[in-house]
């Protein structure tokens, strides 16, 4: 199965670099007094951020559904099952010339079969959901990784961008 990479399609250096406009206003960024740049491109990441967990929460939760759905038409058809073979065991039972403790043990040994069947079922499930968790723990946290790393990035580019905008400020091309 492909990975999902929950930060998408979208490069965190094309939103928030000197010269892109990823802030919440329409000033150019390098023109921007670093601070403010810095506090809307915080507010801009980490709104990506939560918005990147949470699809990923949904994601989750629609497989979980669907496992779950999974499971409740597999038990059902499973009690189905037992409801029909419990049905006919008398008649092929008295068919086979078979009566009394016999048939209490064929019973018993249906209704044990039944159970069996169940546990598989619910034992497929546990070990399916917990594939799918841990697949999107490991997504969550690749992506949690990747923010990691482009928001240090982001902050040494700012770090940078601060040395210039005092560099300017100082030498007066600013006009501040």
């Given at each position: ?10 490069g ?21 007094e ?8 915080e ?105 990691n ?28």
């Amino acid at each position: 199965m492909a990975r999902t990479n929950y930060y998408g399609s979208l490069g965190w250096s094309d939103l928030f670099w000197p010269g892109n406009s990823g802030g919440n206003s329409n000033q150019p960024e390098q023109d921007k007094e670093p601070s403010q740049a810095h506090q809307d491109a915080e507010t801009a990441i980490e709104d990506l951020r939560k918005k990147y967990l949470q699809k990923a929460k949904a994601e989750f939760e629609s497989k979980a559904q669907k496992l779950r759905q999974e499971r409740d038409e597999a038990l059902r058809e499973n009690w189905i099952l037992q409801q029909r073979a419990e049905a006919a065991l008398p008649e092929q039972m008295a068919a086979a010339g078979i009566n009394g403790g016999a048939s209490e043990s064929t019973l018993a040994n249906l209704r044990a079969e039944y159970q069996g069947n169940r546990n598989e079922i619910r034992d497929g499930f546990i070990n399916e959901l917990g594939e799918i968790s841990a697949e999107n723990s490991a997504q969550i946290a690749e992506s949690e990784n990747k923010y990691n790393e482009q928001w240090l990035e982001y902050l040494l580019s700012l770090a940078k961008m601060e040395e210039e905008f005092d560099r300017k400020k100082e030498l007066g091309y600013l006009g501040l």
